[in-house]
């Protein structure tokens, strides 16, 4: 079992900056990937990035590249979303998953894959 908690979400304006945190239950540093999504009102949960244990590689969706910045603090149990330069498109609920092992541990685990996902924090970025 694992315990993902975010925190961190809140209101910001267009330009702005917020900085997630996910808090794991279990040393993440035994977490293959650590990954971040998010969800909008009448649309389907979609990736945002992922960090992976092998090497500290990340990944990001093409909408965030550049902007957002995915980083993991082993002694925290933390993994952080820095994002910067918010936009009003980038208004969702954002999840924060783990993905324990297996095949995607070098790769990129489809959403289904993820084994252990927090409640969610709300993002809004008005206009």
């Known amino acids: 079992q694992v315990q993902l908690v975010e925190s961190g979400g809140g209101l910001v304006q267009t330009g702005g900056s917020l900085r997630l945190s996910c808090a794991a239950s279990?040393?993440?540093?035994?977490?293959?990937?650590m990954g971040w999504f998010r969800q909008a009102p009448g649309k389907e949960r979609q990736f945002v990035a992922l960090s992976r244990r092998s090497g500290g590689s990340t990944y990001y969706a093409d909408s965030v590249k550049g902007r957002f910045t995915i980083s993991r603090d082993n002694d925290e149990n933390t993994v952080y979303l820095q994002m910067n330069s918010l936009k009003p498109e980038d208004t969702a609920v954002y999840y924060c998953?783990?993905?324990?092992?297996?095949?995607?541990?070098?790769?990129?685990?489809?959403?289904?894959?993820?084994?252990?996902w927090g409640q969610g924090t709300q993002v809004t970025v008005s206009s």
């Open positions: 279990r040393p993440i540093f035994s977490i293959c990937v």
């Open positions: 998953a783990a993905y324990l092992g297996g095949t995607y541990c070098y790769g990129n685990p489809p959403l289904r894959n993820y084994d252990y």
